[in-house]
Every structure is written in structure tokens, then in C-alpha cells.
Nanobody, 124 residues
């Protein structure tokens, strides 16, 4: 498994922005997808966004489209998630995960390496 570490979470006010980072600290496959997921209090883990390491193709959940932006830096094996116009309902622990291959899956079961998560709390 690949070791992943998230950072960048924090406590912000509604309308603020944050940038989350996901760094792979061990060797990554030749082609892989990084997904961001989140889990709010008493909620199931849900898909947020994903990006292909090979093509840079991206995918977003409808709830975050036009507010969040995913990007990658293959040189440093880091994927970023820029969060803007944050809302109280964005409060959750955010996880990044890796799956081998090119498919931008929204299914948690498709990913086999997970980070420990970083907490984002948005006050209204």
C-alpha cells in the first residue's frame, strides 16, 4: 500500500477558503487516481473529487463543483484540493485515497490506500 498524508485542514468561517494537500510518501504506481472523500458527523463517507495522475482528468461531486478544485504535482507526488466559498455543510474530516489505474471512481471500495484525514470545520 502507498502511504498518504493529508494536511491543511482547520477552523474557518463560512465563505473562507482552504487548501488541502495529500502527499504520497512512498513509491506510487505508474498510473493511479487520487480521490478526496469526506465524512461529516454521523454521516457516511462521501466522494468529493478525483484526479488522474496520468492525464490530469478530474471529477467532482455535484455538491462541490464550481467551489472546489483538485490539482496535482507529479514531481512531488502531491495532490491538492482547493476549497472556496466554504459552507457549514462542508464541515467534515477529509481523506485522500489512492487506487491503481485510470478510472476516476467515486466508490470508496475502489481505493486501497487511505490517509488518516484532516479536519475541516466551517462556522456559520
Amino acid at each position: 500500500q502507498v502511504q498518504l498524508k493529508e494536511s491543511g485542514g482547520g477552523l474557518v468561517q463560512a465563505g473562507d477558503s482552504l487548501r488541502l494537500s495529500c502527499e504520497a510518501s512512498t513509491r506510487t504506481p505508474n498510473t493511479y487516481t487520487i480521490g478526496w472523500f469526506r465524512q461529516g458527523p454521523e454521516k457516511e463517507r462521501e466522494f468529493v473529487s478525483a484526479i488522474s495522475s496520468f492525464s490530469g482528468k478530474t471529477k467532482y461531486a455535484d455538491s462541490v463543483k464550481d467551489r472546489f478544485t483538485i490539482s496535482r504535482d507529479n514531481a512531488t507526488n502531491t495532490v491538492y484540493l482547493q476549497l472556496t466559498s466554504l459552507k457549514a455543510e462542508d464541515t467534515a474530516k477529509y481523506y485522500c485515497a489512492l487506487r491503481r489505474g485510470l478510472v476516476l471512481s467515486h466508490n470508496t471500495e475502489a481505493y486501497d490506500s487511505w490517509g488518516q484525514g484532516t479536519q475541516v470545520t466551517v462556522s456559520s
